[in-house]
């Protein structure tokens, strides 16, 4: 997978991507991430990469010509053009999957007030991170490309993707502990400590289920459940009591 990222910012990259998974990925050639100056594609004295905007009003629009030769100077057969903008679709995980699945992604981040309109004729997919505000589109590029280059086949380890996978667009993780087992009084639950490895995994499955329950409604709703589940959620549900029916 190659990444190329269009910015008026590119020192704002360099710390996230050398470190832990990204920087891992990238030295073995699972991805490779450039960050493009959107400023080496403007003309003139003063390489002018943002004008008033016609009709008048407050701030500046960043110029079409200026974007137009440099995405065309990135794009190339299996290339997808990705605005990063707070009109884009929020992005989740489905959508990361997807976008994981591409050869050559290029990411272009606003940091004026607009970009000009004609842009969109050269944009796959314009993507928000959520309903708030940043101040460009940088912080944004970086969320896509650490969520996406963990999906790349080889970046986390094998084992790791079919987790991945029955995770997704499921639930919340369980709880997990680690030593000591008792301290300032607070223990860590009986069951992790049994060795029973299935009353452990039904254990986990009930405090996944549960969690997310409680912190995100709108995620249980989302899913189906086999039988196994049902079953922990009723006892979940009517507090461990079977139903008589
Ligand atoms: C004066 C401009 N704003 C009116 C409220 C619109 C605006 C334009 C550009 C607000 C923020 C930005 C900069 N943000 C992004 O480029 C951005 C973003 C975001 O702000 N939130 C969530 N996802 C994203 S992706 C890019």
Redesign the pocket.
């Known amino acids: 997978m190659k990444i190329d990222i269009l910015t008026l910012f590119p020192a704002m990259f360099a710390s996230p991507f050398n470190e832990s998974i990204i920087e891992r990925a990238r030295t073995r050639k699972l991805v490779e991430i450039n960050t493009v100056n959107i400023r080496d594609y403007a003309l003139g004295r003063h390489q002018q990469v943002d004008d008033y905007p016609y009709g008048g009003g407050a701030?500046m629009v960043m110029k079409f010509d200026v974007l137009s030769r440099a995405i065309g100077s990135l794009k190339g057969e299996n290339s997808r053009v990705i605005y990063?903008?707070?009109q884009?679709k929020p992005l989740d995980q489905d959508t990361v999957v997807r976008v994981a699945r591409q050869e050559h992604l290029i990411l272009l981040?606003?940091?004026y007030?607009?970009i000009d309109e004609r842009i969109m004729n050269l944009v796959d997919e314009e993507?928000?991170?959520?309903?708030?505000?940043?101040?460009?589109?940088e912080l944004?590029a970086m969320v896509v490309v650490d969520a996406v280059t963990r999906l790349i086949p080889g970046v986390l380890g094998d084992d790791n993707s079919s987790q991945e996978e029955s995770f997704v667009g499921g639930l919340l993780e369980y709880p997990h502990y680690t030593r000591p087992r008792i301290y300032q009084g607070e223990e860590v639950p009986e069951t992790l400590l049994s060795g029973h490895h299935e009353q452990i995994r039904l254990w986990r499955k009930k405090l996944s289920l549960k969690r997310t329950l409680i912190k995100r409604p709108d995620l249980l709703l989302k899913r189906e459940y086999d039988q196994e589940e049902r079953k922990l959620l009723e006892e979940i549900l009517f507090n461990g009591e079977k139903k008589t029916k």
């Open positions: 701030g990063l903008s707070p884009g981040c606003g940091h007030e607009g993507l928000s991170i959520g309903d708030y505000v940043l101040s460009g589109g944004a």
